[in-house]
């Protein structure tokens, strides 16, 4: 016998959007849970700083989304997920219990970490209303460098090589040939390198002084020949597009998709 169970409550909060607080020499920012991502990382370019979470989905994800689903996004290998950018928040529980989680604080040691049990149980524990981001100094100077491979698996151990050069990059992407094909078509850059059997690693290097960014490229040019790179070239705005609707390029092979995200170990 099946049951259907049709009591639920459902909470519009798009009117809690506001930046509440920006502290340029304390660097942390306050805003409500429905503020966007992308909102948040343009009001702190302008300061010269920087909120480390980047989302393929940045414009129309919010702070309390990624929260909820502690994500990831392009800078993960540089500066952690969004948990490691969050100093605290405020949260209603289940029992409409108005508490506060979290200190700003660098070291915070006593008791449990509350805030970091909450932070990716999807709205499970409390609905979170109020939050306390990390900021950071921008690094003035960057360069996106594309690897093509014709095999993914040559691609692929790029990535321990690189981690291992000391070289510290902010973002580590891998596109295999077929969702470089589909994103290509669906951005509509069929003037992609290698667009018909290349296989793609996307790495992002943010420095504080030239000369450290000039020697970075050096090293890095010589890593992706010793890995038989196909060619190594800039990462400019288009490969970042295509890098950003890799799911929606999927919707060219089929409208009923399901994906998954996983993660792996580095090696």
């Excluded at 939050?131 to 360069?143: A, D, E, H, M, N």
């Excluded at 509509?188 to 000369?211: L, S, W």
Aim: overall charge negative.
């Amino acid at each position: 016998m099946r049951r259907t169970v049709f009591g639920c409550i459902i909470l519009f909060m798009e009117r809690m959007d506001k930046i509440l607080e920006v502290n340029k020499k304390s660097l942390y920012l306050v805003a409500e849970v429905c503020a966007r991502t992308i909102d948040i990382q343009e009001r702190e370019n302008e300061d010269g700083l920087l909120y480390a979470s980047d989302h393929c989905s940045a414009e129309g994800c919010t702070i309390g989304g990624n929260l909820a689903t502690n994500a990831g996004g392009d800078k993960v290998v540089r500066y952690g997920v969004t948990r490691h950018q969050v100093y605290g928040f405020e949260m209603v529980t289940t029992m409409g219990k108005i508490v506060n989680l979290g200190l700003r604080l660098k070291k915070c040691s006593t008791g449990y970490c509350m805030e970091q049990m909450v932070i990716g149980s999807e709205g499970t524990l409390g609905i979170i209303t109020k939050v306390t981001l990390k900021l950071l100094p921008k690094p003035p100077y960057r360069f996106d460098l594309l690897a093509i491979f014709d095999d993914p698996y040559k691609a692929v151990d790029l990535v321990p090589m690189v981690l291992a050069a000391d070289i510290n990059p902010t973002s580590l992407e891998f596109m295999d040939n077929m969702n470089v094909r589909y994103a290509a078509q669906y951005t509509e850059f069929m003037e992609a390198p290698h667009y018909e059997d290349g296989n793609y690693i996307i790495i992002t290097v943010e420095c504080f002084a030239e000369d450290e960014m000039d020697m970075k490229m050096e090293k890095l040019d010589k890593i992706c020949e010793e890995a038989s790179a196909l060619e190594v070239l800039e990462a400019d705005d288009c490969i970042w597009s295509m890098r950003r609707n890799c799911q929606e390029g999927i919707w060219l092979l089929s409208l009923v998709c399901m994906t998954d995200d996983i993660v792996v170990p580095v090696d």
